[in-house]
């Protein structure tokens, strides 16, 4: 029942590789994961009293990761979770340095106080109700977060803008690690799970260097030319990953690429397919020979062309065949991920077209 920022984070980067098939999840996804941001800037914001009735604020904990813990009410199910993760949070707070704050929709006060002080492993807890006079402005940003669950925990930290966000998969990627390694040394997990995780780990941060550094990224097009991503500045890039070799990805290509090419304008998007483990001369002849490809901007890939861009994809984008991503380049050549405050309105029309289309 353990939920943090690793599983939110996985399943945002797995909704960044839905197909136009699947947008209105998609949307619903980023849109999702919007409210939650917002929320927890929001928490930032709030002061609120702790259950010594004294002023905090989550600004009170600058330059440390906060393991934020939300739940409904203290009853014996939440009891057991907190138990359960005793000796996990204790090494937390004593290797890392973590603050765990834990905040609660209790509705009776006087309960929720006495079940805190009758169990001991709730001591190393920051406490707050959100369900008091005091702090009904923090209930509301809570209720959303938990969205109906019963528990959720995640990690958040006050960021170089002084506002409270999500730890940034980047910047914090050896915590990521750090925090593995000890709960599998807490839990006794096998080496082998641990290793995948950590493996998982080190890919997602790869993925996301190659979408902030994609603009300095060079490449040889199909035409001999030295070129690099900047070229797309100020557009919306859908990537596919592909061989000529993957049924899928020829599947996918026939049934979507009359609708990636005419809607490509309209949405001010590039559409760009980058191949893996083909034959040069055999990805040629290919690419000149299927309509349903011919659209497209197609870059090559292999040891010895391409080397650097197949370097930044390696272990993760030629994980699972037929792979698409969509990323905004921005006019300064940095990319990012599509963010839903920033792109509602071209994840609005793009979901919109799809419909269309579908028809």
């Given at each position: 029942m353990k939920k943090n920022i690793l599983v939110i984070y996985c399943i945002y980067f797995f909704?960044?590789?839905?197909?136009?098939?699947?947008?209105?999840?998609?949307?619903?996804?980023?849109?999702?994961?919007?409210?939650?941001?917002?929320?927890?800037?929001n928490i930032g914001n709030i002061g609120f009293k702790n259950i010594d009735n004294k002023n905090s604020s989550i600004k009170n904990f600058k330059d440390k990761v906060i393991q934020l813990h939300l739940y409904?009410?203290?009853?014996?199910?939440?009891?057991?979770?907190?138990?359960?993760?005793?000796?996990?949070n204790k090494s937390l707070q004593d290797s890392l340095s973590t603050v765990s704050i834990a905040i609660s929709l209790d509705n009776d006060e006087k309960i929720w106080k006495d079940k805190i002080?009758?169990?001991?492993?709730?001591?190393?807890?920051?406490?707050?109700?959100?369900?008091?006079?005091?702090?009904?402005?923090?209930?509301?940003?809570?209720?959303?977060?938990?969205?109906?669950q019963n528990y959720q925990s995640s990690y958040i930290k006050i960021d170089k803008n002084n506002q409270c966000n999500y730890l940034d998969f980047l910047d914090d990627a050896l915590f990521f690690e750090k925090e593995s390694r000890l709960e599998a040394k807490i839990n006794n997990t096998p080496n082998h799970i641990l290793q995948g995780k950590i493996g998982y780990l080190k890919n997602?941060?790869?993925?996301?260097?190659?979408?902030?550094?994609?603009?300095?990224?060079?490449?040889?097009?199909?035409?001999?030319?030295?070129?690099?991503?900047?070229?797309?500045?100020?557009k919306y890039v859908r990537l596919h990953f592909w061989g000529t070799w993957c049924r899928n990805c020829n599947?996918?290509?026939?049934?979507?690429?009359?609708?990636?090419?005419?809607?490509?304008?309209?949405?001010?998007?590039?559409?760009?397919?980058?191949?893996?483990?083909?034959?040069?001369?055999?990805?040629?002849?290919?690419?000149?020979?299927?309509?349903?490809?011919?659209?497209?901007?197609?870059?090559?890939?292999?040891?010895?062309?391409?080397?650097?861009?197949?370097?930044?994809?390696?272990?993760?984008?030629?994980?699972?065949?037929?792979?698409?991503?969509?990323i905004k380049i921005e006019k300064d050549g940095k990319g990012r991920e599509i963010d839903f405050l920033k792109d509602e309105a071209f994840l609005r029309k793009k979901l919109r077209l799809a419909k269309k289309y579908k028809k």
């Open positions: 909704s960044t590789i839905l197909n136009a098939q699947t947008d209105e999840q998609y949307i619903e996804m980023m849109e999702s994961m919007a409210k939650y941001k917002k929320s927890i800037q409904k009410s203290l009853n014996d199910s939440i009891l057991s979770i907190f138990k359960k993760n005793e000796s996990f002080k009758k169990n001991n492993f709730l001591r190393n807890y920051q406490h707050i109700i959100s369900n008091n006079q005091q702090n009904k402005t923090l209930k509301k940003e809570i209720e959303i977060l938990l969205n109906n997602t941060k790869k993925m996301l260097s190659f979408v902030n550094n994609i603009g300095n990224i060079p490449f040889i097009d199909k035409n001999n030319q030295q070129k690099s991503f900047k070229q797309f500045s100020g599947e996918k290509f026939q049934k979507e690429s009359q609708y990636e090419f005419e809607t490509a304008d309209s949405l001010n998007m590039v559409n760009i397919a980058i191949s893996f483990h083909d034959e040069y001369d055999d990805w040629q002849k290919f690419i000149k020979e299927k309509i349903y490809v011919q659209n497209y901007y197609h870059i090559f890939t292999s040891d010895t062309l391409n080397n650097t861009l197949k370097n930044n994809l390696k272990d993760w984008a030629d994980l699972a065949f037929p792979m698409t991503m969509y």
